[in-house]
Each structure stands twice: as C-alpha cells, then as structure tokens.
C-alpha cells in the first residue's frame, strides 16, 4: 500500500517522508471547493505552485502528488507550471467525463503520470471509458464529493452501494494501479480503521489518503511531531496490512458485510438527524 500524506509544509513533509510515508500531495483544488464542502469539516488546503517548488526540495524517498484545479481555460497553464515546479504525478479532480480527463491527458501530454480522482457521479458512470483513458496512469476515488454528488449523508455510503467494488474490477482489468478514500490510525476513526484496510485488500487497492485523524488534525511541524508517533502508525498500519492478507476467503467476507452494516447504520442514523 502507498499511504499519501496531503500537506504544504516542507517540514512536515519531510517527517512524513522520514516516518515512511510513500507520497506528499500538494493540493492546489481551490475552484468550487468551498460551494461543495464549506458545510463539512473538510480542509480546503489553498496550497499554492511555490508550495509545489518548497515541498520538491525536501523530497527524496517519496514521490510527490500536485492535486490540480479542475478542467478550465487554465488548466494548461497550471500543469507546465506544476511539472516545471517539480511534480511527480497529477491528480485531476472533480472531472464529469471520460472527454474531460482525456483532455487533461492530452495537456500533460505524457511528461508526468496522471491520476484521475474520479468523484462526481459522470466519472462513476462512465467509469468503464475512464479507465481507458489514453495517459491516465492511476484510478482513485474519492468520497467526499462522491457521496456528497449521490446526495448521500455519509462519506463511506458509496463503500456499501459496491461503486468502489465496480471501479477496483475495471481498474485491475486494465491493469491500472487503484486507491479510494482515507484512512485513520489502526484502532481509530469513526468506522476501524483496520476495517477499511481491509475493504482496501479485498478490493486490491494500494493507495490510501492518510486522513486528518490520523496525524491529530497537525497544522504546524510542532504539532505533527508531538500529537501522534507517525512513524509507529504507519509500522502499525503495515503489520495489519500482513495479518489482513493472511485472511481466509470467508473471513474476507464477514469483514465486508460487517464493514456495509456499519456503514449502513451511521447512515441511517445521520438520516435520522436530518428530519
């Protein structure tokens, strides 16, 4: 599995990368974002193309994600500034179609790998023209938007509809590496989050988003040193990854259908909330 930690700080990003994590994101989405999620407690990041330059220096071990702003008039301008800032890979979001990503693919033009963050109901749709995008490199799915676009109350409901079962068989069809949502620290979260790495084995996904509970919402190198070990998590993390896979076909099974009852019952219960 490759755990990616979203972050503009060099420091930061250096202590990650030296407690084992795989990948730095950068995250420059800042177009729409707040219409969509300013009712959430999500980070909307502001990270900006010296942010890119500043995290690049620090980097040795781990790659390094440029989360772009979706498909526009500048998208050309804003992938040469990210590939000349020193971008690994990018992450196309909020995409509606098998067109649009094929148009980003196209203003790469092959320098970098492309991630398609496929999160909007359209990319869901099309997700068999998707995955065969000429130039994407990588399939993730996010949930945020995901959930929020199916007009669903919980960030893990398209976990339990099997959308994510769907894109992980099409991605590992063509052979493309694939990841969705984040993850919490083993023991943690509001579902396990060793019952989400488990989702994740079952479904051969090998890249993981690590969420901001699991560093204690860090916002300053201070903090990311002193609120949680990241280094033994990540430990921790890997070895669940080992007794996980060592799973028999039928234990695979009662962690899945424990995981969609959950899932279903905080749904419900949010639900229940609202009216």
Known sequence: MKYILITASPEIAQ??????????MVDLEIIGKRERQGHLSTVISGHTV?????????????????????LGPST??????????????????????????????SLVRG??????????????????????????????VGLNDLHLGLGKNFIFEPLALGIIDRVAGLAHRAGLPFGFGGIARVGQG?????????????????????SRTFHGNAGSPEEFRSNVDV??????????????????????ERNRADLWEIIARIAQNKRACLT
Do not use: W
């Open 190 to 210: 509001l579902i396990p989050a060793e019952k989400i790495l488990g989702e994740h084995l079952r479904l051969g996904s090998t890249r993981a988003i690590l």
């Open 15 to 24: 202590q990650a990368q030296e407690a084992g994590v795989d990948r730095i």
């Open 111 to 140: 320098r970098k790998p492309v991630i398609g963050l496929m999160e909007t109901p359209g990319a869901i749709e099309q997700a068999e023209e998707v995955i065969r995008v000429p130039g994407l490199s990588e399939a993730y």
């Open 50 to 70: 010296d942010d890119v330059r500043n995290v690049r220096k620090v980097l040795r071990a781990a790659e390094m994600i440029v989360r772009v702003n979706p």
């Open 76 to 105: 050309g301008e804003e992938v040469d500034q990210v590939i000349d800032a020193g971008a690994d890979l990018l992450m196309l979001p909020m995409f509606h179609s098998a067109r649009e990503l094929a148009t980003f693919c």
């Open 231 to 252: 280094a033994l998590e990540v430990r921790k993390l890997r070895a669940a990854e080992v007794v996980l896979a060592g799973r028999l076909p039928d234990e695979v």
